[in-house]
């Protein structure tokens, strides 16, 4: 059968005019519904039309078969909003036109404007909502650290179980993508270094700069961008949600803190899982720059790894670490501050964990480049 | 509809979820026409039977059929066909979140590509008359709606396309006892228009008594009883004797309290 045979098991409409000695009568008759009319609407509604400006014309609706409420109204309209002189009518077809008796065309107020808009013009007064940000991510950083200095006071309320759960979710099932990335990572730069450094018959060099770059810059930088797009984005949606089926406010009738039990497990996770990824993948790329500056330029494992700790002094190590734990409560401080601005629609859900991906990752550089600036005399050979 | 039609069929119905049985073998024929209450306990698996007989959950065992076609085996573009005659009141409203309410009716009225805009401004302020609400409600997000605004507003979309089958999960629940009667008569006032099927999920005995001409009630994962209310309240099995004839379906009057 036939997508239409499914569809129908209605008598299509039909307008039949008949000439007699009073004039003309207009039959109507098959089923006079939504479904039935949708096909011929147009040509329908031209012929009532035309038919309904001559008021002498008598009309029969009795052999319709069918009448809904949009049959009605097609030829409500079509009369003007009243009867014609003359009309026979089934006593059951009654009412569906009483429906339209008594009303006239609606008039709604100006409809609201959809979110996209309303959306647009904050983006044009940005300085306000960046002020509106600013205000609502530091008041959340000042409530972080209140609930922490809650906590030592009363160790026993620290939610272990929240924060081991977080760990395990956005440290241990991320070691595979940033373990691949990060080789990948070091052997394009391991590969750059070698052939610019040879040119100079410098390529003993290669390990220093690959070192430099991976532990002090790239290493930390590379992971929070990875983890400001992965957990920074999960942790928005998820809060979202629970904002939106109202467990938060559930949690609050029942004397639970939500920034204690939600959002702090998060801040400190992170914090401890960006170093020790930064770890991670800072071994992973000196594997991998190791492997191509052998293959490349025959540079000897050995000497790649036993130059290392002369040319990288070990406080640009302990400064990538900072760095990292930096990151991760800034990304987990993000997230959550847009997780809680997350309004109860779809559309909101979308839109809020877009911003805060995007202003992690903003955020992830910027503390990067203000960290360059301030520690530019610190940890180089010979200062 | 016509009478000798059937709406919906179900047979040897069975549905696990883990190892947990809901439906162990469930027949039942909702002949063109019939208004069908179905009952059950808390998490007797009601919900569930509508969506198989919608086809949004495959039961392990048995077939479903709307309108004697089993989707399963039909095209998307029939599928779609057949789903477009029916009109569904899911128990949470299922409103879109990011349309405001009028556009929630207005969305299948577009959707059709038939209807001009003039036609279906006139339509779904109809539709938000029959169901109790103010037009200036259309201009409202779903979320700015009391529980039981949210039923009437759900219910006025499943009712934009004029469904030849509307299946309706738990109606009244949250609404106050004025607001169910008027539900009551809306609905009946529509059936008499219309003559579509219902099935409609229900706890209120009483709206169960005005609206429904048959009832199922379904229990321990069988129906246990089916058939025209007086019989089915005559049945033994212990659910129905709680449910029917239970302190909580007697009416309360003043005068008769103890
Ligand atoms: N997607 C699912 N996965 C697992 N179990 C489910 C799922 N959906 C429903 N169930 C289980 O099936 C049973 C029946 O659920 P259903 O929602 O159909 O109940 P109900 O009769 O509509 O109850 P209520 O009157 O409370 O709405 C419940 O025990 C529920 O836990
Ligand atoms: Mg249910």
Request: overall charge neutral.
């Amino acid at each position: 059968m036939t997508a239409a045979n499914a569809a129908s098991d209605f008598q299509p409409p039909a307008i039949e005019t008949r000439e007699t000695d009073a004039g003309v009568a207009i039959h109507l008759s098959g089923d006079w519904t939504l479904r039935a009319l949708c096909p011929h609407l147009d040509e329908l509604r031209a012929r009532l039309t035309a038919l309904a400006r001559d008021d002498a014309h008598a009309w029969d609706l009795s052999a319709i078969h069918r009448l809904d409420n949009t049959g009605a109204l097609i030829l409500w309209k079509a009369w003007g909003r009243t009867f014609p002189s003359s009309v026979a009518l089934r006593d059951s077809h009654r009412p569906v036109f009483a429906n339209w008796e008594t009303r006239q065309p609606p008039h709604f107020d100006e409809p609201r404007r959809p979110p996209s808009e309303r959306a647009l013009a904050t983006l044009a007064r940005p300085a306000r909502a960046a002020h509106h940000h600013a205000r609502d991510w530091l008041a959340l950083l000042a409530r972080f650290l209140r609930d922490v200095a809650d906590l030592l006071a009363h160790p026993r309320r620290i939610p272990w179980r929240e924060i081991s759960a977080i760990i395990h979710l956005t440290g241990v099932r991320a070691l595979p993508i940033t373990g691949i990335l990060g080789l990948l990572f070091g052997v394009v730069l391991a590969y750059q270094a070698a052939i610019h450094l040879q040119a100079f018959g410098a390529d003993t060099f290669v390990s220093e700069m690959v070192g430099f770059t991976m532990v002090r810059e790239m290493g930390p930088s590379m992971t929070a961008i990875i983890l400001a797009g992965r957990s920074g984005s999960a942790i928005t949606a998820q809060i979202g949600v629970m904002r939106l089926t109202q467990e938060l406010d559930a949690m609050k009738v029942m004397g639970i803190s939500s920034s204690q039990r939600i959002l702090l497990p998060r801040i400190i996770g992170l914090t401890i899982v960006l170093p020790l990824l930064s770890i991670w993948v800072m071994l992973l790329s000196l594997s991998g720059g190791a492997l191509t500056a052998h293959l490349a330029i025959g540079l000897d494992y050995t000497h790649f790894f036993s130059t290392l700790p002369t040319a990288l002094p070990l406080v640009n190590l302990w400064i990538g670490l900072a760095k990292a734990a930096l990151f991760g409560a800034a990304i987990a401080i993000t997230a959550c501050h847009f997780g809680l601005r997350i309004e109860p629609n779809t559309r909101s859900l979308a839109a809020e964990t877009t911003r805060s991906v995007v202003a992690g990752i903003a955020l992830v550089i910027i503390i990067n480049a203000s960290a360059t600036v301030v520690l530019q005399n610190i940890g180089f050979k010979g200062v | 509809m016509n009478r000798n039609t059937t709406a919906v069929e179900l047979a040897g119905i069975w549905t696990d979820f883990g190892d947990r049985a809901v439906h162990r073998g469930i027949d039942l024929r909702v002949p063109g026409g019939q208004k069908l209450a179905l009952v059950g306990g808390s998490g007797s698996g009601k919900t569930t039977l509508l969506r198989i007989m919608l086809g949004l959950l495959a039961p392990q065992q048995g077939t479903a059929r709307l309108f004697g076609r089993e989707l399963e085996t039909l095209s998307d573009d029939d599928q779609q066909a057949i789903r477009n005659r029916c009109g569904v009141l899911f128990q949470g409203g299922a409103l879109f979140t990011d349309l405001n309410i009028y556009d929630n009716i207005a969305l299948p009225l577009r959707e059709l590509d038939a209807l001009d805009e003039d036609t279906i401004a006139e339509l779904v302020c109809m539709k938000l008359l029959m169901v109790r609400l103010d037009e200036r409600v259309g201009s409202l997000m779903p979320f700015e709606l009391s529980g039981g605004m949210v039923k009437r507003a759900a219910l006025a979309r499943a009712l934009a396309l004029e469904p030849e089958l509307l299946f309706l999960d738990e109606p009244t629940s949250g609404l106050d006892p004025l607001a169910a009667e008027n539900f009551v008569d809306v609905i009946n006032r529509l059936h008499r228009d219309l003559r579509f099927t219902m099935v409609m999920v229900t706890h209120d005995v009483h709206s169960l008594h005005d609206l429904c001409d048959q009832v199922a009630v379904l229990a321990d994962g069988e129906l246990v009883a089916h058939g025209p209310i007086d019989q089915v309240i005559e049945s033994e099995h212990s659910f129905v004797h709680h449910f029917f004839r239970g302190g909580r379906s007697r009416p309360i009057s003043g005068a008769g309290a103890p």
